[in-house]
């Protein structure tokens, strides 16, 4: 049986792989040495140590300064928001601005008295510091935190490359780099090009959504849960749409890598059967409005007001301050009780009891007044009172009263309106009864009690 052999369209690709590596390495070698031959020129090595003298004095005056700026800025009570926050990232780069400044200052001064071939050097510093500084502060316009460190290195990365003038051999050292998988070729080079390309249009869907998902949320004609659907809805277009687009626009067949993406997708599916379904939840309480945020709900223990509805999951926030997230799927599966789902009206019991000596009218009129008296309770809905019943030693009663506000507590507004009906019994002479016991001794029997240890 004769071996296997490799087939020759790999051989050749592997071939290839390694001449263009090995023929990289040699030309970032030869530019090695020639940077270590021009380092030992007079003038070059006079450049390198007046950068270096500029960046310790740029580290001087901002060690002078810094403190100064920073009271100075504290004392600009009456400045705009968008100003004093430019004021914290430039205190933030002092050093890189007093060195931007010293270089430059540095570079016209050579070109003045000396030969521009002598300032070359410093030039480039100069012209990287300036980049390097520019980007530090455009970058502070992106928000997310993981996104900005991204996007800031990056370009870094690429200014440094295009002033040095290396773009071309960086981009062949990234081809180089890569494999096949099928028909599509993927490199390094390749993939980050779709990330920056990709990076760029999810910032720019971002923007977009943001400022739609501004106006839509106060459009008072929309209602709440629809306003949420339509910001999500768009959300994932926007976003699936710059994804799309992004690869596309890379030169990333999508065809060629659609067994595989099915492969995985098959995958992600069994392993995030939870996530879809709550994903579709999220859809379908958006639309049936069975709640939106604002609504006052409880779901077991937990009762509160919807603050915000996410694709995967509801916040609550209760009474005591915390926030529940509440999967969707169990907002749909479980009983929801949904105190505010047609109208804001909210009936609320208390029940209590009097004694018999008392007039049970009259005990009617003064709990119907004393509910009535109390703040949050509508007068429109006027409070009733009820006898429910003849127990063992009181008359047993049901005070019901109505509420619009539930968000406001419930646990308080009823201990407001019991405080209201021990003031006003009080006041009338009508007494609450409290089961007693009596003991007696029968003829005959003795009582003894054991002193305790």
Same mark, same amino acid.
């Given at each position: ?39 030992? +020129? ?9 950068? &270096? ?12 300064? *810094? ?17 004093? +926050? ?20 540095? /570079? ?32 502070? &316009? ?29 981009? *062949? $050292? ?66 699936? $749409? ?23 997708? /098959? ?11 709550? &994903? ?74 009097? $004694? ?67 003031? *006003?019994?009080?006041d009338h002479g009508i007494s609450i009864p409290f089961p007693q016991r009596e003991v007696r001794v029968l003829e005959g029997s003795s009582l003894r ?5």
């Amino acid at each position: 049986m004769e071996p296997e052999t490799p087939d020759a369209g790999t051989e050749a690709a592997t071939g290839l792989g390694v001449e263009t590596l090995t023929e990289i390495w040699r030309i970032v070698a030869v530019q090695v040495d020639t940077l270590l031959a021009t380092l030992l +020129r007079p003038w070059i090595a006079y450049q390198l140590g007046i950068a &270096l003298a500029l960046l310790a004095l740029a580290w001087l005056l901002r060690r002078l300064f *810094a403190d100064r700026i920073r009271r100075w800025m504290a004392r600009r009570e009456g400045w705009p928001t968008w100003r004093m +926050r430019v004021m914290v990232v430039v205190h933030r780069r002092l050093m890189g601005v007093f060195f931007v400044a010293l270089i430059w200052t540095a /570079v016209w001064t050579l070109r003045e008295v000396t030969w521009p071939s002598r300032s070359y050097l410093l030039t480039i510093f100069a012209e990287l510091a300036t980049a390097w500084l520019f980007v530090a502060f455009s970058t502070r &316009l992106i928000r997310a935190p993981v996104l900005r460190t991204v996007v800031r290195y990056g370009a870094w990365a690429y200014v440094t490359l295009a002033i040095l003038n290396l773009r071309e051999a960086a981009a *062949a $050292a990234l081809d180089g780099i890569g494999f096949t998988l099928g028909d599509v070729r993927l490199s390094l080079l390749l993939l980050v090009q779709a990330v920056i390309v990709v990076a760029v249009l999810v910032m720019a869907a971002r923007l977009v959504t943001r400022t739609t998902a501004a106006r839509i949320e106060g459009n008072e004609d929309i209602s709440p849960s629809m306003r949420v659907l339509i910001v999500k809805l768009m959300q994932a277009a926007l976003y699936g $749409a710059a994804i799309f687009i992004g690869l596309r626009a890379t030169g990333i067949d999508l065809t060629g890598l659609a067994v595989l993406t099915g492969a995985i997708g /098959v995958g992600l599916g069994f392993g995030l059967q939870k996530v879809v379904s709550n &994903l579709l939840s999220g859809v379908i309480i958006l639309l049936d409005k069975s709640i939106k945020p604002g609504d006052v709900i409880s779901l077991g223990d937990t009762f509160g007001w919807i603050n915000t509805l996410g694709a995967r999951y509801a916040s609550v926030v209760t009474r005591d301050g915390k926030e529940y997230l509440i999967p969707n799927e169990d907002l749909i599966t479980g009983q929801v009780v949904n105190w505010s789902h047609s109208n804001e009206f909210v009936r609320l019991d208390i029940f209590f009891g009097t $004694a018999y000596d008392n007039d049970p009218h009259e005990v009617r009129r003064i709990a119907i007044e004393a509910a009535s008296g109390v703040k949050r309770v509508l007068t429109d809905r006027p409070p009733v009172c009820h006898i429910v019943g003849f127990g063992d030693s009181s008359v047993d009663y049901i005070l019901r009263f109505w509420i619009t506000d539930p968000t406001g507590g419930l646990t308080n507004i009823r201990g407001n309106v019991y405080l209201a009906l021990w003031d *006003a019994f009080k006041d009338h002479g009508i007494s609450i009864p409290f089961p007693q016991r009596e003991v007696r001794v029968l003829e005959g029997s003795s009582l003894r009690t054991t002193p305790l240890d």
